[in-house]
Nanobody
Framework: QVQLQESGGGSVQSGGSLRLTCVAS????????MAWFRQAPGKEREGVAF???????RYPASMKGRFTVSRDNDKNTLYLQMNSLKPEDTAMYYC??????????????????????WGQGTQVTVSS
């Protein structure tokens, strides 16, 4: 079993930055695909950033340029650096992991249904 714990959320003004952290524990291996998703009130959950086991990343087009995902496999930790935040970035941010998405394509083009393990989420609120 894998447990994921997010932290780093909070309230910031438009244009500000936050760094989210996700610490994995349990039977987690560096081969796991890891990702950040978010869900705003009344909206579906959407992928924000994906990182395969080698640290190769992919961002949906709408997230490119402002968000950076990275992982430290030695620490079983996934990060999300968010810059130039906008009010529309307000959402609950979730960390996800899966051990079956082993290739770059299968990992970084996956959606929420493909991930077996989820954290509880951390709230990000951006005010204008």
């Amino acid at each position: 079993q894998v447990q994921l714990q997010e932290s780093g959320g909070g309230s910031v003004q438009s244009g500000g930055s936050l760094r989210l952290t996700c610490v994995a524990s349990g039977k987690i291996y560096s081969s796991y695909c890891m990702a950040w998703f978010r869900q705003a009130p009344g909206k579906e959950r959407e992928g924000v950033a994906f990182a395969d086991s080698f640290g190769s990343t992919r961002y949906p087009a709408s997230m490119k340029g402002r968000f950076t995902v990275s992982r430290d496999n030695d620490k079983n930790t996934l990060y999300l650096q968010m810059n130039s935040l906008k009010p529309e970035d307000t959402a609950m941010y979730y960390c996800a992991a899966d051990n079956s998405l082993r290739t770059y394509y299968s990992c970084t083009y996956s959606d929420e249904a493909d991930f077996n393990f989820w954290g509880q989420g951390t709230q990000v609120t951006v005010s204008s």
